[in-house]
């Protein structure tokens, strides 16, 4: 089937950064494929793989022309595809480099050919080329599944370059109401939990429990010892420490990117200030999830504009959003100062007010330790029968 395109007809290509960015929107999986060549083993992060058709069973997989691994796969004419669990990020880190050694560390076992079969994945194809196809900057792997083999557990997923794990609408839903139950029902003090009442109490499957309390651990709520998992008492002045250093972050941030930031920037924080502006009603959160959400991807965005992957990995690795899923309930009291503050911080990348942003968001860091005053001011008042003390 041979089609002819009018190119003259055809709207200007986006450019390599915009159509990254859209096509990282398209959520994966992440696979390393392997091969197996006079002797050496080769092998690459993946997540241009695709079922292809089942009769005969094939599939295809995109290999850049300069990846060592594909100039392999057109020589041996076979390669392995691993799905990789969702504990393997770092394998997947070492597979999406070039530097040598990448099996050293890695346990697997040989396939076919002597392919490596990664061990610890979900499920391995072991392949043989049936065509290669060049495609821009690519090599087009059309190859039969001779074998295959699977087992139990999630996938790595990827997302807009951050791995992640996948979820079911079930599995979200129990991860939901068990966040809901460590946040809410328990005290900061370490309380053994115990996943077969708490799946009992909210009528979820115990599996589904457990699964959603490991992934609790991995938010930092929850701390796991052998077969049992306590709430992790995270003390005020621990959560004071953190907005101390995401403040220091935000500042470096702010100093380099106030006054020359693009439009389309400058539409895009207006959004993400916008989007945080639902989630509070008469100074109280209506949906605190909502708003640790919101007010993350408002703050992360900040922090972005420096363009500097290492601050913005650092910036998330202070997970704030877990801490304040432990600090943020719907009796937490929501200043309205928290949006006039972001507010300002807007006004001031829109003028390149720096003075205005950086002294806003030293404001803003404080706004816990403020709201935690009033509330102990408030707990103590009451406890005097509503004497001022
Ligand atoms: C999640 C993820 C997915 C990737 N997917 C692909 C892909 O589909 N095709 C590709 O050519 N490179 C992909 N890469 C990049 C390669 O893994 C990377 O270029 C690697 O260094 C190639 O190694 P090699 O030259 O030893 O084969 C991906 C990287 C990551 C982190």
Known sequence: MTETLITADLPESPSKGEFRDVMGRFASGVTVITTHL????????????????????????????????????VKSGTFAVNVLAEDS????????????????????????????????????????????VRGGTHLVFLARVVR????????????????????TAPDAAALHAVRDFVVGAVSDVSVPLDAEGIAAALEIEVGRTYQALVALTAEGLVRR?????????????????????????????????????????LAELRRLLDATLEFTVD?????????????????????????????????????LP?????????????????????????????????????RTLGAHARRPQETRAEESQARESA?????AV
């Open 383 to 387: 406890l005097h029968g509503g004497a």
């Open 89 to 132: 990020a770092p394998i997947a880190q070492r597979f999406a480099s070039k530097a040598p050694g990448k099996f050293e560390t890695v346990a697997f076992e040989r396939g076919h050919a002597g392919v490596p079969l990664v061990s610890g994945c979900i499920a391995h194809f072991e392949c043989v080329v049936d065509e290669t």
């Open 283 to 319: 100074e109280e959160f209506s949906d605190p999830e909502g708003w640790i959400r919101a007010n993350a991807a408002f703050h992360e965005y900040l922090v972005g504009l420096a363009g500097s992957v290492i601050l913005t990995e650092t910036y998330k690795g202070l997970r």
């Open 38 to 73: 006079d002797g050496e083993d080769y092998g690459a992060a993946a997540s241009a793989v695709s079922s292809l058709s089942d009769e005969p069973p094939s599939l295809l997989i995109c290999l850049n022309v300069t990846s060592t691994t594909a100039q392999a796969i």
């Open 322 to 358: 877990a801490l304040e899923q432990r600090s943020i309930r719907h009796s937490t009291r929501a200043t309205h100062l928290l949006h006039d503050d972001h507010r300002a911080i807007v006004k001031g990348y829109e003028t390149g007010d720096v003075e205005l942003v950086l």
């Open 148 to 167: 295959v083999s699977s087992t139990p557990g999630s996938p790595l997923a990827y997302f807009r370059g951050s791995f992640g794990r996948m979820e």
């Open 225 to 265: 010892t052998g077969a049992t998992f306590e709430v992790e008492p995270v003390p005020d002045q621990v959560i004071f420490d953190y907005y101390a250093a995401k403040l220091a972050i935000e500042i470096g941030a702010a100093a380099q990117t106030v006054g020359s930031t693009d439009t389309e920037q």
